[in-house]
């Protein structure tokens, strides 16, 4: 619980439904940590709101110190992301290896069957024989789902709300964790959501909702980096896709592809952030054309409704979670890899950010964008 509406209402929900209800932050800063917001990832307001929220339902509540395993799944990786040029998504590494990782043990402790939290989206077990989709699927949904191979799997879908949809982030989840979660909001819009607050006089019903990172409430991910002491400015070349030196940056974990303000550079057009070189420290710049790209590989491939994926496929791919998603092929290449050609040019395919592929509402499955 994070002291937000979503899960103050998701904890409503269940126990409207019958079960046996055990609220629990996970406190993943340290008490003393100056980038801890007051109102997010575990600051006390966000406690005291979620205890809050617990006491008005009459259920249990657990405050559980995960900053170490934070530390190292999170806050490190997205350093690190950035130093080797890429551009990272930590909320996916947050739900792999906390939410549904370290949060799953906290369950086994405590004798609970299920984890569920306030996403937006929707799982559901496929009932039938081998390669049938369940037999309430209209033709489309069918067609989607042909690609099952066992029943009793579990599936990942969009929340019916697409507006705040979040399957997105969670793409990297396996059977077993699949099979631990719940999501009662899945089905409900953002609205339904408050409405269910309300309905409880849960003092969580109109609290502002934040779309940031929860470690970054400012947005500014170098001055965070720097205040961490997780990277610091180093000088290197700024240089256009010819190799001519244009100016000089301060360390390429302070740009991303895409970038345009901020690069300290004059130049007859405007030219936008192209490739991040970690190997030479060289931020290479373009015009805005250079962006456009139709191909690239994704790495570390995860896929729900198969082991892996065995032939090229038909898919709508996000390679960020505000994109609207875009046709594509997706070829296996091996070793957890595949090839992704879109159909029609993408602008700031970023190395690092995950690419997640979607058959109508189901979620096939996903990979991080490699160069």
């Known amino acids: 619980m994070s002291g937000g509406v979503d899960s103050s209402a998701t904890a409503a929900l269940l126990l409207e439904q019958g079960y046996e209800v055990i609220g629990i932050t996970l406190k993943l800063w340290p008490q003393d940590c100056v980038n801890r917001a007051e109102d997010r990832c575990c600051g006390p307001q966000a406690v005291t709101d979620a205890r809050a929220v617990c006491h008005q339902l009459g259920i249990p509540y657990y405050l559980i110190d995960e900053a170490a395993e934070f530390q190292k799944h999170v806050i490190s990786y997205f350093a690190d992301e950035y130093k080797a040029g890429r551009t990272p998504n930590p909320c996916v590494m947050c739900n792999q290896n906390l939410k549904f990782g370290r949060l799953i043990d906290r369950a086994n402790q405590l004798g609970a069957e299920f984890i569920a939290t306030g996403h937006f989206a929707r799982i559901e077990q496929v009932m039938g024989t081998p390669g049938t989709a369940p037999a309430s699927c209209g033709n489309e949904q069918r067609r989607a789902e042909s690609v099952l191979s066992a029943p009793g799997r579990y599936l990942l879908k969009r929340g019916r709300d697409l507006k705040k949809d979040q399957s997105y982030f969670l793409f990297s989840l396996r059977q077993d964790q699949l099979a631990r979660a719940m999501f009662p909001l899945g089905e409900k819009t953002k609205s339904d959501t408050r409405a269910v607050a309300r309905h409880c006089q849960l003092k969580t019903a109109d609290k502002e909702e934040s779309m940031e990172i929860c470690f970054v409430p400012d947005k500014d991910y170098g001055k965070f980096l720097q205040q961490a002491n997780l990277a610091q400015k180093h000088r290197g070349d700024i240089v256009d896709l010819h190799g001519h030196v244009l100016g000089h940056h301060d360390g390429i974990e302070f740009y991303t592809i895409g970038q345009r303000k901020g690069l300290g550079i004059t130049t007859s057009k405007p030219v936008y952030v192209v490739e991040l070189d970690a190997e030479n420290n060289r931020v290479v710049v373009g015009d805005e054309s250079a962006l456009d790209r139709d191909e690239f590989t994704v790495n570390q491939c995860n896929w729900i ?38 159909h029609a040019a993408q602008r700031a395919i970023t190395p690092g950010q995950a690419a997640v592929f979607y058959q109508n509402d189901l979620v096939l499955g996903g990979g991080w964008i490699a160069r």
Do not use: M
């Open 305 to 342: 409704p198969f082991d892996k994926l065995a032939e090229p496929i038909e898919v709508l791919a996000k390679i960020r979670y505000n994109h609207p998603g875009t046709p594509a092929t997706v070829t296996p290449t091996g070793n957890g890899s595949a090839k992704v050609k879109l």
